[in-house]
Each structure stands twice: as structure tokens, then as C-alpha cells.
Nanobody, 117 residues
Framework: QVQLVESGGGLVQPGGSLRLSCRVSGIIFSPYTMGWYRQAPGKQRELVATIAPDYGTNYADSVNGRFTIARDDAKNTVHLQMSSLKPEDTAVYYC???????????WGQGTQVTVSS
């Protein structure tokens, strides 16, 4: 059974930082592109960042320079370090594992991030 379990969400003031983590089990982690997506109330889910098996990264323009995605293949874990948080970063953040070649795509249950004073 494949499981993606996110942690690290919470309430933070504008300008603050949070670190999200996603631990994956049930798959061989290293060939998967790992990603973080978010969905704000009334909006579609959107890409935040991805990291490929070769550690290449991709970021949404809105978070580039403020967020950093990293993976630890030895621990089957992907992290999202979020800094200089803004109220518009408020959303449910979802972890994703994707192996397009074999058509596999898995999602976590999401973790709430709220940026508010």
C-alpha cells in the first residue's frame, strides 16, 4: 500500500518560515519525481515545486526564491522549506509522487498552512 504522509503545517505570521515534510512508503522512492502542490479555498490545485530523480528542481514563479524543495532518497522523504511566507501562501499543501513512465501518480492527504497575523 502506497502512503504519503505530510507533516509540518500550521499557523505562522507573515514573514515567518515553515518546513513541510512528506514521508513515502510502499514504493521504490528514487525513480519518482516528487512534488508539492497547494490548493487555496475556492481555487484550483497548483504546482508549488517539484524535484526530479536527478535532483533537478522546478518552482512556481510565486514561490521562487522563497521556497526550497529537497529530497532524501535514503529516508524516502521530501521536504519543502518555506520562508518569507505571505498570506497568499495560505492553502492546503499536498505531497505528490509521480512516475510518468509507468503511469503512477500518488497523493498525500494534505497539510494546512495558514499565514496570518
Amino acid at each position: 500500500q502506497v502512503q504519503l504522509v505530510e507533516s509540518g503545517g500550521g499557523l505562522v505570521q507573515p514573514g515567518g518560515s515553515l518546513r513541510l515534510s512528506c514521508r513515502v512508503s510502499g514504493i521504490i522512492f528514487s525513480p519518482y519525481t516528487m512534488g508539492w502542490y497547494r490548493q487555496a479555498p475556492g481555487k484550483q490545485r497548483e504546482l508549488v515545486a517539484t524535484i526530479a530523480p536527478d535532483y533537478g528542481t522546478n518552482y512556481a514563479d510565486s514561490v521562487n526564491g522563497r521556497f526550497t524543495i529537497a529530497r532524501d532518497d535514503a529516508k524516502n522523504t521530501v521536504h519543502l522549506q518555506m520562508s518569507s511566507l505571505k498570506p497568499e501562501d495560505t492553502a492546503v499543501y499536498y505531497c505528490n509522487a509521480r512516475f510518468s513512465t509507468v503511469g503512477e501518480d500518488y497523493w498525500g492527504q494534505g497539510t494546512q498552512v495558514t499565514v496570518s497575523s
